[in-house]
T-cell receptor
Framework: DGGITQSPKYLFRKEGQNVTLSCEQN?????MYWYRQDPGQGLRLIYY???????QKGDIAEGYSVSREKKESFPLTVTSAQKNPTAFYLC?????????????FGPGTRLTVL | SQQGEEDPQALSIQEGENATMNCSYKTSINNLQWYRQNSGRGLVHLILIRSNEREKHSGRLRVTLDTSKKSSSLLITASRAADTASYFCATGNSGAGSYQLTFGKGTKLSVIP
């Protein structure tokens, strides 16, 4: 059963804590992405990776960090430096390295800062 | 930066009617894509139209692209209650040094049974 999985579905964080969101894909896609979605808004790109051990900042990378040690995995860490982290986080992947290709999305993680 | 702007922001129709959503953008594109999002879920890709195409069909979906007006429309024919969702356009841009897929804010469609 191919696809993208994200965990956890809901995450609660206290102010000042770092948290890591998991994203795994078994589609053998080269490229992976992290987006943030706020209520009533579109998606904004946080980070993307076109190949293992390489990643690029998106439009809103401040306060976030990522790693791409394996092709299947692209975890996102929300650090304490992110001023307003409460949001819905979506991971996606696409075949090939051109990030304007069709993207496949995971189910999302809803992060709430208490 | 968000390039695509959908119109209207919200649309409510009766089951069986057609739904039309529009998307406008500002810079040249490689392709334009439409995605669907059910409440609280991930996005699902619906259709991709390249900059050299004018119209594309997929089942009950029809997408048009007018690059001279920098606009696209998504038509859903014979709508069903299950079509209730938010619909986003995303532009694939390939300017120098930029390979971005940029999403609009979406149109929220409600189909009343």
């Amino acid at each position: 059963d191919g696809g993208i999985t994200q965990s956890p579905k809901y995450l609660f964080r206290k102010e000042g804590q770092n948290v890591t969101l998991s994203c795994e894909q078994n589609l053998n896609h080269d490229a992976m992405y992290w987006y943030r979605q706020d209520p009533g808004q579109g998606l904004r790109l946080i980070y993307y990776s076109q190949i293992v051990n390489d990643f690029q900042k998106g439009d809103i990378a401040e306060g976030y960090s990522v790693s791409r040690e394996k092709k299947e995995s692209f975890p996102l860490t929300v650090t304490s430096a992110q001023k307003n982290p409460t949001a819905f986080y979506l991971c996606a992947s696409s075949i090939g390295k051109k990030i304007y290709n069709e993207q496949f999305f995971g189910p999302g993680t809803r992060l709430t800062v208490l | 930066s968000q390039q695509g702007e959908e119109d209207p922001q919200a649309l409510s129709i009766q089951e069986g009617e057609n739904a039309t959503m529009n998307c406008s953008y500002k810079t040249s594109i490689n392709n334009l894509q439409w995605y669907r999002q059910n409440s609280g879920r991930g996005l699902v890709h619906l259709i991709l139209i390249r900059s050299n195409e004018r119209e594309k069909h997929s089942g009950r979906l029809r997408v048009t692209l007018d690059t001279s007006k920098k606009s696209s429309s998504l038509l859903i024919t014979a709508s069903r209650a299950a079509d209730t969702a938010s619909y986003f356009c995303a532009t694939g841009n390939s300017g120098a040094g930029s390979y971005q897929l940029t999403f609009g804010k979406g149109t929220k469609l409600s189909v009343i049974p």
